[in-house]
């Protein structure tokens, strides 16, 4: 499947952040006590060493940070000077005030370093992330999953029942906008970056590893308990939601470096594709660029490597005392679940046999759960945003029905296991509604005639003879109608795109994106001209509040509005990662 190009950012190695004098961590950032994180100072020209002094509190910066940072005269040719200080930490609580001058030049920052609760609210966490999920995702699941009669829903998803709700904001440090590498990475790492930026700040460094760093949560996992770490997803491992967890690099195109990043901190589970960044160059299909046999390394460190959703089954079962396995199910993403069920498109016919969410939740919760000390898991889908870019949305809310199936999942479990927290959320929104429905059986050609709205919107008729959840089929005669606000061009045929998921542009001869004419003589297609620039193919991401649900210990502590990097706080504080005297 081609990459979906989603902003002219995601071409640029460092987002074009106007740098003056800098202090990273930002101001206002929330450091969990103890917790690794580099410590750095850019100066907007030359200046000589001598005349440099950074406090914390009043203090110098090495009587709090514990030693003594490397000064770089011209930072990569910036004609900048730098401090930098690597791999850092700060153990009492309180609030920081660092100040760094240089002659007349001054530049000031607060810090607020928090500790958790002394002991633990939650055993276990399950952190659901819908990859650009938005309320119409939501609601055309509850609707082509249950039914509506007379206004009323016909059954409720797993998703309607979590107690506890709240708005996130989801901004970025260079850009009111998004992506998901920086949306993921707040949450799991409480700091803000920049866009495709992963585990650090966006700085003016130029290696992209040389960013200043920030705990992830796999590491504060590893570093502050002794609790189990699955990852589980049904894009690339190495995309940017499980990448979150474990990398550093303010690209999210690192993908081979991203796969090593996997290993150093060795999680539990680490289910999803992308197993062509995990075999040597010479391989048939690789994507690496050197030498690197990684599915070797990880069977060195003891893990056992599942390639179908047979194999899965049977190392779940070998693991019954659990253990580490590395199911890789596609050399990409993992195809849609309409793909996958129904179409049999894409590279279904290479890859048979590929689990399904719900499948991939329901083997980790089976092996993460023998460990006495509890687990920490993250799972995605991220076909709700992939097919939202493409405008594809009914294969985006047959994916969020298939996301409902493994939070149901979860559910059972917390049931069993009423230590465990569950959180549900987006990492970023689409501008995605559902204006009405669009009706065949309607007289006429045109297509557009025929999308029914206020009372002429009426019903669907989606059906779920088998009582699985979903469908029967999506292209049924009376069906719902969904928009995207910003697009590019491309010709809305009004139709479920069973033949294969949506391209709706491509590049003409001058290398802008154009409608594709594949789709120009569908009966009733209309061109739609594009509202976002023309070197962008897909639909764009929208910046409107995600909406977090939430539900277990700990889960009170989400309300109103927070922003995305908040959603770490109260995580590690139900894990106790950081215990306060008691």
Excluded: C
């Amino acid at each position: 499947m081609k990459r979906w190009i989603l902003s002219g950012a995601a071409l640029a190695l460092v987002p074009g952040l106007s740098f003056g004098q800098a202090i990273y961590p930002l101001d206002r950032a929330t450091i969990l006590s103890g917790s690794k994180f580099d410590f750095k100072v850019e100066f907007p020209t030359i200046v000589a060493q001598d005349v440099i002094a950074v406090t914390i509190n009043g203090q110098p910066y090495e009587e709090i940070l514990g030693k003594t940072a490397e000064y770089v005269e011209n930072e990569d040719g910036s004609s900048g000077s730098t401090l930098i200080l690597r791999d850092v930490s700060i153990a009492a609580p309180g609030t920081y005030t660092v100040e760094a001058k240089a002659g007349d030049a001054t530049k000031t920052v607060g810090w607020e370093v928090f500790a958790t609760s002394a002991e633990p609210k939650a055993k276990n966490v399950i952190f659901f992330l819908g990859d650009g999920m938005t309320v119409a995702h939501r609601t055309a699941a509850r609707i082509i999953s249950k039914g509506n009669t007379e206004g009323k829903a016909d059954g409720r998803l797993a998703i309607d029942d979590f107690q506890h709700m709240a708005f996130i904001g989801t901004s970025s440090q260079d850009s009111i906008h998004n992506d998901s590498a920086n949306t993921m990475a707040a949450y799991m790492t409480g700091h803000k970056s920049v866009v495709n930026a992963l585990g650090v700040y966006g700085s003016r460094a130029e290696s992209n590893f040389d960013h200043p760093k920030v705990e992830t949560m796999g590491e504060a996992i590893r570093r502050h308990s002794d609790k189990a770490l699955g990852i589980v997803t049904n894009t690339e491992v190495q995309d940017a939601t499980p990448a979150a967890l474990v990398s550093h690099t303010v690209s999210r195109n690192d993908k081979a470096e991203i796969t090593e990043m996997h290993l150093a901190v060795e999680p539990d589970l680490l289910f999803g594709g992308g197993s062509a960044y995990f075999l040597p160059q010479a391989t048939p299909g690789s994507k690496r660029k050197d030498d690197k046999d990684m599915i070797a390394a990880f069977k060195d460190k003891g893990y056992a490597l599942a390639t179908s959703a047979a194999e899965l089954e049977q190392a779940v079962a070998d693991h019954k005392d659990g253990g580490k396995i590395l199911g890789l199910f596609n050399t990409g993403n993992l195809d849609p679940t309409l793909d996958i069920r129904v179409t049999k498109k894409g590279t279904v016919p290479d890859f048979p046999d590929q689990p399904l969410v719900a499948d991939m939740t329901r083997a980790a919760l089976d092996v993460l759960s023998k460990d006495p000390d509890g687990f920490f898991l993250m799972v995605e889908d991220g076909w709700t945003d992939k097919a939202t870019h493409a405008l594809d949305w009914e294969r985006a809310v047959y994916d969020m029905i298939a996301l409902d199936q493994a939070i149901a999942v979860a559910r059972e479990f917390q049931e069993a296991n009423p230590d465990t927290l569950i959180v549900f959320v987006g990492d970023h929104t689409h501008g995605l509604s559902i204006t009405g429905t669009v009706d065949d059986d309607k007289p006429g050609d045109s297509m557009r005639e025929k999308v029914g709205t206020y009372q002429h919107a009426g019903f669907t008729n989606y059906t779920d003879e088998d009582g699985d959840g979903f469908p029967d089929r999506m292209d049924v005669s009376k069906r719902l109608m969904m928009y995207l606000g910003n697009f590019p061009d491309h010709y809305e045929t009004f139709r479920p795109k069973l033949d294969g998921i949506f391209v709706p542009a491509v590049q003409d001869a001058d290398g802008k994106y154009v409608a594709n004419e594949a789709y120009k003589d569908v009966p009733g297609a209309v061109l739609r001209v594009g509202n976002i620039p023309t070197n962008i193919n897909a639909g764009t991401h929208s910046i409107d509040d995600e909406v977090l649900q939430a539900d277990g210990p700990g889960a009170e502590a989400f309300r109103g509005y927070m922003e995305n990097s908040d959603v770490y706080r109260v995580l590690a504080d139900a894990l106790a990662l950081a215990p306060a005297a008691n």
